[in-house]
């Protein structure tokens, strides 16, 4: 029967002060290798086994119980000892160097447990001084005996997640995104399995993930915030292990109701990582390819400020408030120039090129390479720079430690400063206040509680596309795609535009002169164009809260309308 048997290196490791443990590995004279095992352990934790025959031998009595002895004590009583031990810890105060012997201890016996099952699966046959090292080795190296594939298979999905970031390189707000469909995930995962009553189930096996999963994850998305109410000391941990948003501090956390678009939007992303995953050969399970996820829907037009609502924001006094000013001139300065947030905060003076106007005249034109669509277009959004941006630029000349244009903070801190700076307005002059519904998901709100740094790319396109009805040169600035749907909405403004235009050059018949009957009030409704309907509700007297609750009942008849 093969024997496993433990010795202490004589030789100490200079810098923890502690011997290896040496392992012996026989079967009479069948075979009898020998190796180091990678494990160090304190002398005064290693017992030998006490030689009692020489003991007995040499008139030296032994207690009966007494099996082993570290060798400090032996010499001290003269006992006999073996070289073969074990290692003993007798200490019950725990300090660090106990704690790691006891670890030492726990992985010895780990490796003696392979040792033996690894004998039983070889046979006797492959034993030698080779293969008690590499079956050592393995033990303590396993990652050297795993395919990079294996590795990657052997990982959890918010690990390929991660990983999956890093290797495509994503801007800021899709790794945002991104990040955020991970926690909800995790979130669905543990409601899973306290539901479930299986504490250690793996929900997003990657080999195994199929279209129910995928299915049951997006009912999940679209009731989420009802579960919490049906379970809110379950959700209340829930929250505080995956928060719905990172470095916001809420009291009790609440969890929104999604749309079908922003659940569409989460499903895409986590296609995307199940197909850099399928091209990277970690699985070659697809969950969804039967799965049909919508493409976004604008039913209505995006949300711009007015030339007025943005000078107006330009001019107000903030002196009392710098830091928020500061604030205050980025975004003014993106309604300039229309970039994304994600590429406003790394803007230098490198970007900002001289160049020449159609009459020979020195100008100066921002140029950027836009992170979201680098992969996709080599081109580079170049906007001349009129006198207000460039005033803006010279006014936080060096100001910023990183060197960029203007001293940003993080886009998220950025939006909560719009929203106080637009707040303060509309609070101090009123202004601001016009109820607006940024998608068919969300109810109306006044425009101060619906701003974000995005309010400021779209009025620049919007206002550069009122002025200049070539897609070609808006887009030339902006960034976008001419195809794209996003710049269609934008477009789809123009046309109403023109439609007035065109609406006076009707000819007219004798029956024109008379007024007509509207035949069906929900028609004339229609016919006068919700931007109308919503201009006029603005400029009521009614309250933001009456003007809301008109808005609410104008959209819900109107989607019955068009179900019918």
């Known amino acids: 029967m093969a024997t496993i048997q433990f010795k202490l290196s004589a030789k100490e490791n200079k810098e923890s002060g502690k011997h290896e443990i040496l392992i012996r590995f026989f079967n009479g004279k069948v ?45 001290k009583k003269g006992y006999f000892i073996f070289d ?69 298979a052997a990982k959890s999905i918010y690990e390929l997640g991660d990983q999956f970031i890093q290797h495509e390189d994503y801007s800021i707000s899709v790794i945002k995104h991104f990040k ?84 569409n939007k989460m499903l895409k992303l986590m296609r995307r990582l199940f197909k850099w995953m399928i091209s990277s050969g970690i699985t070659s399970n697809n969950p969804f390819d039967q799965i ?19 000078d107006a924001i330009a001019n107000y006094d903030l002196s009392d408030h710098p830091a928020l000013e500061a604030q205050r001139d980025i975004f003014i300065f993106q309604c300039l ?14 970007n900002v090129l001289s160049s020449r106007d159609a009459d020979g005249n020195e100008i100066k034109v921002l140029e950027y390479t836009p992170i979201k669509t680098k992969k996709e277009t080599s081109a580079k959004p170049r906007i001349p720079l009129n006198q207000s941006a460039l005033s803006l630029i010279a006014k936080y000349k060096g100001i910023d430690r990183k060197g960029r244009l203007f001293p940003f903070i993080s886009d998220q801190k950025y939006n909560i400063a719009i929203k106080a700076f637009m707040k303060e307005m509309f ?44 897609p070609a040169i808006v887009c030339k600035m902006s960034g976008h795609k001419e195809d794209s749907k996003s710049f269609a909405r934008y477009r789809k403004i123009s046309d109403q535009t023109t439609a007035i235009t065109t609406s006076m050059m009707e000819i007219k018949s004798d029956s024109d002169d008379k007024p007509e009957s509207a035949s069906d009030p929900q028609e004339s409704a229609s016919a006068i164009g919700m931007d109308k309907v919503i201009s006029m509700i603005n400029s009521s007297s009614l309250s933001a809260k009456e003007k809301a609750e008109i808005l609410k009942a104008m959209i819900s008849s109107g989607k019955e309308a068009t179900n019918d």
């Open 180 to 263: 955020g469909v991970l926690r909800n995930m995790a979130r669905y995962e543990a409601f899973v399995r306290i539901m479930d009553k299986k504490p250690n189930e793996n929900v997003w096996n990657i080999a195994s993930i199929d279209r129910e999963r995928i299915e049951d994850f997006r009912n999940y998305l679209r009731n989420e915030h009802q579960l919490q109410n049906e379970h809110k000391a379950i959700f209340k941990r829930l929250l505080e292990d995956y928060p719905s948003e990172i470095n916001v501090i809420h009291k009790s956390p609440k969890i929104n109701k999604r749309g079908e678009i922003t659940i």
């Open 427 to 470: 609070e101090k002059d009123g202004i601001l206040g016009r109820m607006v519904i940024m998608s068919d998901e969300s109810d109306p709100k006044p425009l101060y509680q619906a701003a974000a740094s995005h309010l400021a790319r779209r009025t620049f396109v919007n206002t550069a596309y009122q002025i200049e009805r070539d």
């Open 337 to 350: 120039v229309g970039c994304r947030v994600s590429d406003l905060i790394r803007l230098n003076e490198s």
């Open 84 to 152: 073969r031990g074990q290692i003993v810890i007798r200490e019950r105060i725990e300090n660090d160097d106990t704690k790691k012997d006891r670890l030492a201890k726990d992985r010895l016996d780990q490796l003696a447990k392979i040792i033996e099952d690894s004998f039983l699966n070889d046979g006797k046959d492959a034993i030698d001084s080779n293969w008690l090292r590499n079956t050592i080795d393995r033990f303590n190296h396993p990652d050297k005996f795993i395919s990079q594939a294996e590795k990657d």
């Open 31 to 75: 075979f009898n290798v020998q190796s180091g095992s990678g494990i160090y352990v304190s002398e005064k934790h290693f017992e030998h086994e006490i030689n009692r025959k020489a003991c007995e031998k040499a008139g030296i009595r032994v207690p009966s119980k007494m099996i082993t002895i570290t060798s400090d004590e032996a010499e």
């Open 292 to 310: 049909k996820i919508e493409s976004e829907r604008y039913h209505f037009d995006p949300v711009c400020l007015t030339t007025d609502e943005r």
